[in-house]
Every structure is written in C-alpha cells, then in structure tokens.
C-alpha cells in the first residue's frame, strides 16, 4: 500500500488498502444543493485526522473530499461515515456539470449508484484511473454531529466489518439465549419475575442492535420514527422493567413504603414511555438519559440497602446496577460530546449490557433457589413439629403401637405425611376426651361427663315430648365410714356401689355418673316417674343387703335416693332437674335415710 497526501487532495496508488483517518474539509453553510453551495464565498475548514465533533447547530454541514487516482486502472472504493445516528446525509459528485447522487437523500438520479444498505454510513466510489475526484458530502443533524470519515478498499472493509460482526453476532446470540431461557422459566415455574427478566434482556438486546445499527440495516429501515426515537425509549424501557424484578426480589414484602414508591415509579416510566415520542427526538434522548439515570441510582440504592441486610447473592445486584450506571454515564458522554469515536470502536456499551444480562440472568436464578429452598425448610420445618407433637402425645397416653396407614396415590410425600399425623392426632384427642370422661376410681362416667348428657337429653325431652328421668343416690352416713376405717376403705366402698349400680342399669341409655364424693346419679331417658322410683328402690334394696368385705372389714351400708321426673320445657335450664332430685335426695335424709322419694310439686 502506497499513500501520499497533499494540501488539497489525498492521493491513492495501486496497492491501496484503506485509510482510517481520511482528511477532508468542511463548511458549515445552508445550501440546499450543491450548485448553491458553488455559488457561495466558502470558507472550507482542513480536517487533517479524519474525524469532525461539533457542538449542536442548526446550519448543514458541507464535507469535500479530493482523491486522485494515480493507478492505472479505475479503483472501486467504499467511503465509510461511521455514524448511523444522522438525521440525513446526501453524497454528490460533479461529473459533466451535473450532480450524480450516490447515498442517502430525497430522490436518486438514473444513472446515480444507490448507497450500501449496512449498519454504517457507505459510499460507493468508482475513481477512473489518472484522475482527481472531488466528492461532496451534506450533512443535515440536529444533536451533537460527530463524523469520522475513513476510505477503504471493498475487500478489505469486508475483512474489517466480518470480525466485529462475528463477535457482536455471537454476543447476540447469547443474549437472546438467555431471553429464551427466562421465557423458558417462567412458563414452567410462573414466577413473574423471569417474564419480566426476559423482557428486559430482549429490549436491552433491541437497545445494543439499534445503536450498532443492525436494526437500521435488518429490522426497520424504512421506519423513520423508530430509528430517530428507537435510543430513548428502548434505553428507558429497558431500565424500567427492573421494577417489577426488584418489587419480587430484592425488595421485601413487608417493606410497603418501598413497594409502593416503586409502584408509583413503575406508574410514571409508564406515563413518561408514552409521552416520549411527542418530544423532538433530540430532546426525548435527554429526558430518556436524565429519567434512566434517576432511576438507576435508586435501584443501586436500594441494591446498597439489600447488601447490608446480609443477603449474600445481593453482590449480584451491586454489580448490575453499577454497571447500568456506567453504560448510561458512557453513553451520555457521547450525546454530550464529552466522548468521540466510531460505534465499531466502543464496544464498551455492548460488553456492559451483556454484563448487565448475564448478572441479571444470574441474580434470578439465585432468588428462584432461594424459594425454592424456603419452601423446602417451611415444609420440613412444619414436617418436624407435626412429627414432635405426634411423639409426645404418644408418650403422654403412653401408646405401644402406633397406627400407621399406606395410602397408595400420587400426592407429595411431604403432603401425604402430614396428613396421616393430622389424623392419628385426631384419633389420640378422642382417646384423651374419652379419659376425661371417666371417673378415674369408680370408672363410671364423671360429673363433666354428665353435665353434657343432660343437656343433649333435656333438649331431647322437649324436642321428642318425652319424660327424662334424674336420680340422685347417696350413701348414708358414708364420713363415719371414712373417720371409722379411712379413706382406704370409704374409696372400696365407692367402688362397690358403683358396680351394684351399674349392674342394675339395662337399657343402652340408662347410665350412672359419678356426681361427686359419695352421691350418684343416675339418667334415665324416656322413663316415668314409676319406673324410675322402681329401679332407685331396686338399687336400694340391693345395696341394704349387701355385706360387704373389704379385707379385715366388714360392712353394711344403705343409701337414700330423691327422684325427680318430667318433660322438659325449658332446654336452656338442664340444672332444674339435678336440683330437684336432689331437694327430693334431701327429703329422703330428712325422714330418716335408707329410702327412695320423688320431687313433688
């Protein structure tokens, strides 16, 4: 390769390759066409190192650019603007007094080249052998215009441009690889926040295709709109959807303050994506910067607050939003031209999402483990208590065996163990309330016992119009027992009452309950007055003639009984009965003891 540059024009030989700093001149100047701007007393400015940043402004930019062919044959050559970010920009040769159109611009001339569809700016250029070309570039922007012109053999750009698509395309691929994995998450698990994960990997993808200029070549090159506005609102879609992910992540549920500000930022990015493209797409670039940048340093806030409640997987999202702030830093400084190269040349922005994706990626499956293994210790957890509560109950009730049952169907372990220790837990109460039931020395039912039957047979009594029978019973003189031969004596005493009584009961209904001390009494559902005095004289007569040996001693007892028979009327006062019989009990006493009276009203 061969190059040599003059004053006015730079010349290129056989061997020439490529030039990537390509000097120019520019002009800035409102001509519309080339023809005015030739008509016009210019003052072109030299750009010896090929690359032109200036400061916003409303006039066009005029570039000229002089080669000359000392070859001997005609050189097909590519002519690279590297800046895809242009609001427009017209290339135009003079040939034979006329222009010929050879890029971007209103209307191509017959006989004019069309420009390279590419994610760059490409002029073909055909310099005929042993001639000078002078080749006019207008350049029409109103943000920041940055223009790095560079001059390059056809096969050679094809060498140049293959290796960063290469890369960029496995980069790519890679992030759309992990957009498919979360989508392929979520619909197998329905946790949210992977939806949400692979849609900000998509528009971060969208993001870095657009400013590398794939989508202006392959995805929307005819939409105007969405490459002037495709910056903004992918740049600031992308930062928002972090908001549902940190409201199910990083943020706790209980922490409502936060979630509800995160609520209401979600509301505005809303309001604020829709009412971006109503701004000049210059203008919605900055808002778009300005709202991404807020929002980033409070998601890093919030990442900083989450790392210092000891989280240890929260590294994860230091180290993302971190980085989200450095590519908005980066980028920006380019929009405000604090920075200058060619897009091919910063492959920072792409390294930083792609950090960004991957930390992201990361971060989710972490908290997806998370929950899985809070659910696996809440279950175990609750497991553990059920299976401690079963054993000590056990050892309460002093069990030898425990039931054990097979359920044979598909449920959870987990699940199916629970619920067999639900039920033997079941089946042990009604074993313990069954004890409680019984008077623990004369194994007859007890007063607690009793006091729920009369309630269930007085409402029965009025329900069915039937008489309820209550027979109070003690034993006579039962303290000169106790004081005479002790207490051993007076519970041997109890007990063998008890038996005699229960010994005359035969209906299923009919049943005897220990009322307290040495007193009995005895239910008798459906029964008359005659019947139940009948039996209280049987039991009676039974207990006079008993001897009863206990041991060394020998005795004899006798008992009273009171009577007391009716259909109840008033199923809220079961107690009427008791106290009645037992008035009757009293009477008995009184005339003498050792006989049977019913309550006479």
């Known amino acids: ?198 849609l900000t990997i998509a528009t971060i993808w969208m993001l870095n295709v657009h400013l590398y200029g794939f989508s202006h070549r392959y995805l929307y090159n005819n939409w105007l709109w969405l490459q002037q506005y495709g910056q903004a609102l992918f740049m600031f879609i992308s930062t928002g959807l972090f908001i549902p992910i940190l409201k199910a992540t990083l943020v706790p549920t209980n922490a409502l303050r936060t979630q509800r500000m995160l609520s209401v930022m979600l509301k505005l990015g809303i309001v604020c994506t829709v009412l971006l493209p109503l701004a000049p797409h210059r203008i919605a670039l900055l808002i778009a910067f300005f709202l991404s940048f807020v929002t980033a340093v409070t998601y890093l806030c919030l990442a900083v607050i989450a790392y210092r409640r000891s989280a240890p997987f929260n590294n994860a999202y230091l180290l993302m939003f971190s980085t989200l702030l450095l590519v908005l830093g980066y980028q920006s400084a380019f929009e405000l031209g604090l920075l200058s190269s060619p897009v091919l040349d910063r492959p920072l922005t792409y390294l930083c999402y792609l950090l960004i994706s991957m930390t992201l990626s990361y971060a989710l499956a972490r908290q997806y483990i998370k929950d899985r293994d809070n659910k696996i210790k809440h279950q175990q957890a609750r497991l553990a208590q059920t299976r401690a509560e079963d054993a000590l109950l056990k050892e309460r009730l002093h069990l030898q065996e425990q039931a054990q049952e097979k359920l044979e169907t598909s449920i959870d372990e987990r699940t199916f163990e629970l619920e067999v220790t639900l039920r033997e837990l079941q089946e042990k109460n009604r074993e313990l309330e069954k004890l409680n039931m019984e008077d623990a020395l004369t194994k007859v039912k007890n007063r607690r016992y009793f006091d729920k039957r009369i309630m269930m047979e007085v409402r029965r009594s009025r329900r069915e119009q039937t008489t309820l029978s209550v027979v109070m019973l003690d034993i006579d003189h039962f303290k000169k027992i106790n004081d005479s031969y002790g207490h051993v004596v007076g519970d041997q005493a109890i007990c063998a009452v008890a038996k005699i009584i229960e010994q005359h009961l035969k209906r299923p209904l009919d049943e005897v309950f220990r009322y307290g001390g040495e007193e009995f009494v005895l239910l008798l559902p459906n029964t008359q007055q005659q019947g139940a005095l009948e039996l209280a004289e049987q039991i009676r007569q039974s207990i006079c003639a008993a001897h009863f040996d206990f041991g060394a001693t020998h005795l004899k007892m006798t008992l009273s009984a009171g009577v007391y028979s009716a259909i109840a009327t008033d199923s809220k006062n079961p107690t009427l009965f008791t106290d009645l019989a037992d008035k009757a009990l009293y009477q008995a006493k009184q005339q003498g003891r050792n006989r049977v009276l019913a309550y006479e009203l």
Do not use: C
């Not at 390759?17 to 409102?30: D, G």
């Not at 690279?80 to 006329?98: F, G, H, M, Y």
């Not at 619909?187 to 949210?192: A, E, I």
């Open 1 to 198: 390769m061969l190059v040599t540059l003059s004053t006015h024009a730079f010349e290129i030989n056989q061997g020439f390759i490529k030039r990537s700093a390509l000097p120019f001149s520019y002009v800035q100047n409102n001509s519309e066409t080339l023809e005015q701007l030739q008509r016009t007393e210019l003052d072109w400015q030299n750009v010896d190192n090929g690359f032109l940043h200036l400061k916003p402004d409303s006039k066009i930019i005029w570039l000229k650019v002089v080669l000359n062919n000392q070859a001997a044959q005609d050189l097909p050559l590519l002519l690279s603007v590297n800046n895809n970010q242009l609001d427009n920009i017209t290339a135009v040769i003079p040939e034979q007094n006329r222009s010929i159109l050879v890029a971007l611009g209103s209307e191509y001339q017959q006989s004019a080249q069309q420009p390279i569809s590419h994610q760059v700016q490409l002029v073909p250029i055909k310099l005929p052998a042993h001639e000078s070309t002078t080749l006019y570039i207008k350049i029409e922007n109103n943000g920041q215009t940055y223009l790095p012109l560079s001059l390059w053999h056809p096969i050679e750009y094809l060498k140049y441009t293959s290796k960063f698509n290469l890369l960029y395309g496995m980069l790519a691929g890679f992030i759309v690889a992990m957009v498919l994995t979360n989508i392929s998450l979520y619909s197998f698990t329905h946790k949210q926040y992977f939806l949400f994960g692979g």
